[in-house]
């Protein structure tokens, strides 16, 4: 199932929270399941009015309802009842409600969902919607075991301002969701803009519209209570039978019910690199009185930039790391490239060879340094552990064109909603990738408008690691609340994220296009860089006009 990998490991536990019954993931997008071991036995009765209940949920799920609760069963037989019901989530627009509970109430009966065709109480969370069933009555009751994700905010805040936003807006967001009458919609999103940044807390809560609104809110009340005993505070996602908490600092919630605004996201980017030059940043560290007078060290790094730049074999890879080792600790230094996954191999050389030209007159008296180009990174350092295959996230470069309203348009919020379900499904994309932490992935936001994606991590890391590099990235450099305009790009030294309207990435097809029709080298490793040079020179001329 492509559901993404963003997950959050739930765990089911007791109210006294002292032992963990189950384990499950839960979220949306997600499929989960808790089906009781109470199983009854194929074509019983109870299994029939099953059936029949699902086929009414399923059929019920039209004209607006989110939610619908129906029971099946004869007084005669009130041991084979069965009651049930589903819930889409608040944000999910009508036509896919009824299509999530069609699907979902289908392939309960499948494989899919093992034993839940013969359970007795089950409940199934199917993307963005869910399913109950039970042969007792559930109906206005407050089911208080809980869920709870893995903290979904890390401590890279300030903490004291980050808990009283959180715990106002949570407050604010499930008075909202609790203030109708039973039977009606029970779901309320909040957006708050942490003071003295682009950073925004996204605060959602629901629940089933059989509570009452006291019930909601003691529900709700609960929930935040446990949300608030876990992360040090910062609280976590919450979610029980019968409502759920989540927050998060980007925008995990439709903005609209609508399927998508009509009109186009305005491209008004205006950026330093809107011409798509090659180089885009550097970051040089300095402690300049030592290194001007450390020649050894001085050689040791031109060794290490010539061994870069002039090993062929490995940018064939697009990847090596090196190290120089010095008579001194002080004097070794350890250094590595990489190219944009796809990059043809010329490409990545000449990227390469210009990433330690220029690195060299960036950063002249530099221990440790990081260049990043459209198509490459390179960096060193002379403290070798910060390059053994750890992720390292600072320094970053940004590029965005932002825009510092507390009022997006429609547009602009449905693009932002479109990117932060996106971006994470790249991640399961590098996991399944043949190129090692690397992956691109594309999604329509209207007929005129599509947006690419892409992300990537040094091979040399794991694919936790690649994972945890990009939910930093993810999390906390791309500032959500505010991006104007659907292009930008985020660099650190272990990772980075592009997106943007036009396939950026797909370069390289026309790099093969225009390869095909010259023999390719037959043994390049053997063949000098600089005659490979000379016979791809008027091919490098062309490329680099199209595309710097
Ligand atoms: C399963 O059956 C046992 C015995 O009838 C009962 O005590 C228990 O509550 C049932 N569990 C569920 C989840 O229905
Ligand atoms: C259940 O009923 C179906 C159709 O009526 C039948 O094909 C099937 O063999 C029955 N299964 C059992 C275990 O009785
Ligand atoms: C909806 O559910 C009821 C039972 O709750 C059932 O009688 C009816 O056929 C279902 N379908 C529609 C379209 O109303
Ligand atoms: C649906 O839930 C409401 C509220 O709990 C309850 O009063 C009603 O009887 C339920 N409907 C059915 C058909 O069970
Ligand atoms: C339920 O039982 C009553 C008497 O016990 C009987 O008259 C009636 O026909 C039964 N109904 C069904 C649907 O079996
Ligand atoms: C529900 O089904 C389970 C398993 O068949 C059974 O043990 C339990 O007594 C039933 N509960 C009710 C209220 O009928
Ligand atoms: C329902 O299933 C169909 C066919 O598998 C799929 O195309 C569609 O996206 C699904 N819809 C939802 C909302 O899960
Ligand atoms: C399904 O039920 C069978 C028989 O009760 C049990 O052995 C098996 O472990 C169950 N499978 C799952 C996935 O719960
Ligand atoms: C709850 O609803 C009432 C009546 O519609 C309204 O006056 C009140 O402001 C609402 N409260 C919140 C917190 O939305
Ligand atoms: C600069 O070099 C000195 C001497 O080795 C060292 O103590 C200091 O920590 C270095 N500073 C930085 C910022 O690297
Ligand atoms: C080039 O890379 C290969 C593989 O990493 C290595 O064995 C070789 O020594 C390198 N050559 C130079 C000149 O650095
Ligand atoms: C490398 O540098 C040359 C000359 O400055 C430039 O024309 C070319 O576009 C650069 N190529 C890359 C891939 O950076």
């Known amino acids: 199932m492509a559901s993404f ?43 029939l009015n099953v059936k029949t209940l699902l086929s ?17 069963g004869s007084r005669n037989h009130s041991e084979s009842t069965v009651y049930g019901m589903f819930l889409c989530w608040g944000d999910l627009p009508p036509q896919l409600c009824s299509q999530c509970v069609a699907n979902a109430t ?39 075991s809980f869920y709870f994700a893995a903290c979904s905010i890390s401590d890279a805040f300030d903490k004291t301002n980050w808990m009283s936003v959180l715990s106002k807006t949570i407050d604010e967001v499930a008075d909202e969701a609790a203030n109708s009458t039973v039977g009606a919609k029970k779901y309320a999103t909040k957006e708050a803009r942490i003071s003295g940044g682009f950073q925004s807390l996204y605060c959602e809560a629901q629940c089933t519209s059989d509570l009452s609104p006291q019930d909601c809110r003691k529900c709700l009340n609960a929930s935040i209570a446990n949300s608030q005993q876990f992360c040090e505070g910062l609280g976590s996602p919450v979610s029980t039978r019968s409502c759920s908490i989540r927050f998060d600092v980007y925008p995990f919630y439709r903005p609209s019910t609508a399927l998508a605004p009509t009109g186009e996201v305005s491209t008004n980017f205006s950026t330093t690199d809107s011409q798509h030059p090659a180089y885009l940043s550097h970051n040089c560290s300095s402690n300049e009185t030592m290194i001007t007078t450390d020649r050894a060290f001085l050689s040791n790094l031109k060794s290490l930039l010539s061994s870069l730049s002039s090993n062929f074999t490995t940018t064939k890879t697009g990847f090596s790391k090196t190290t120089v080792e010095g ?54 350092s002379n403290n ?48 399944d990738s043949t190129i090692k932490n690397y992956g691109t992935k594309e999604v329509k936001l209207n007929d005129q408008q599509t947006l690419y994606t892409l992300a990537q991590c040094t091979p040399d890391l794991s694919n936790d690691d690649c994972g945890s590099c990009l939910d930093k990235i993810f999390k906390y450099e791309i500032p959500w609340c505010c991006l104007a305009s659907p292009e930008g790009k985020v660099l650190s030294p272990s990772c980075y994220i592009m997106f943007g309207l036009s396939p950026f990435y797909t370069d390289d097809d026309r790099v093969e296009a225009y390869r095909q029709p010259s023999p390719p080298p037959t043994s390049a490793g053997d063949v000098p860089i600089q005659a490979i040079f000379s016979c791809k020179h008027r091919l490098i001329n062309q490329l680099s006009k199209l595309w710097y």
């Open 56 to 72: 009414y949920l399923s059929s019920n799920a039209t004209a607006n309802k989110q939610y619908y609760n129906t029971t099946v």
């Open 106 to 144: 289908k392939d309960i009966l499948s494989d899919s969902y093992p034993n839940c065709s013969l359970s007795t109480n089950a409940r199934i969370v199917h993307g963005d919607c869910m399913i109950r069933f039970s042969n007792r009555s559930f109906f206005s009751t407050v089911d208080s």
């Open 384 to 431: 070798r552990s910060s390059l053994i295959s750890t992720v390292d996230t600072t320094p970053t470069y940004q590029n965005f064109s932002i825009v510092n309203t507390s009022n997006p348009n429609q547009l602009q919020s449905f693009f932002t909603w479109t990117m932060a379900t996106t971006l994470p499904e790249v991640k399961s994309v590098i996991e």
């Open 327 to 380: 008579k001194n600790p002080s004097d070794t230094v350890s250094g590595l490239f990489m190219c944009r996954g796809n990059l043809s191999t010329i490409l990545c050389q000449q990227c390469v060879l210009n990433a330690t030209q220029r690195i060299s007159s960036e950063c002249p008296s530099s221990k440790e340094a990081i260049i990043w180009y459209n198509h490459c990174l390179l960096r060193y």
């Open 5 to 47: 990998k963003f997950v959050y490991l739930f765990i089911l536990l007791t109210l006294t929270n002292n032992f963990v019954t189950t384990i499950a993931q839960f979220d949306r997008g997600d499929l989960n399941y808790d089906c009781s071991d109470n199983l009854t036995t194929p074509n019983s009765t109870v299994q």
